[in-house]
């Protein structure tokens, strides 16, 4: 049976960075594909996802936020 890896949470900050960036480079994909879409129900699709975008923003910026202030300690 394999022993399960340790959990290495040195690079969290680093990763949720990342997804940050990710994160808002697909809003601004989907900000840009909404100014040229005629589909109303297609523009209503996108702009629910970047709602879901900025509320997962939210969190990571919290995330992130813990773990700098646990570095700090």
């Given at each position: 049976?394999n022993k399960?890896k340790p959990d290495?949470r040195s690079?969290?900050?680093?990763?949720?960075?990342?997804?940050?960036?990710?994160t808002i480079?697909?809003?601004?994909?989907a900000?840009?594909m909404?100014?040229k879409?005629?589909?109303p129900?297609?523009?209503?699709e996108?702009?629910?996802?970047?709602d879901?975008?900025r509320?997962?923003?939210?969190?990571m910026?919290?995330?992130?936020?813990d773990?700098a202030?646990?570095?700090?300690?």
């Amino acid at each position: 049976m394999n022993k399960p890896k340790p959990d290495n949470r040195s690079n969290n900050a680093d990763r949720i960075q990342f997804n940050i960036n990710h994160t808002i480079r697909n809003m601004e994909a989907a900000e840009d594909m909404m100014s040229k879409v005629d589909d109303p129900t297609q523009k209503s699709e996108l702009e629910e996802k970047n709602d879901r975008r900025r509320d997962a923003l939210q969190g990571m910026r919290e995330e992130i936020k813990d773990e700098a202030h646990k570095k700090s300690r």
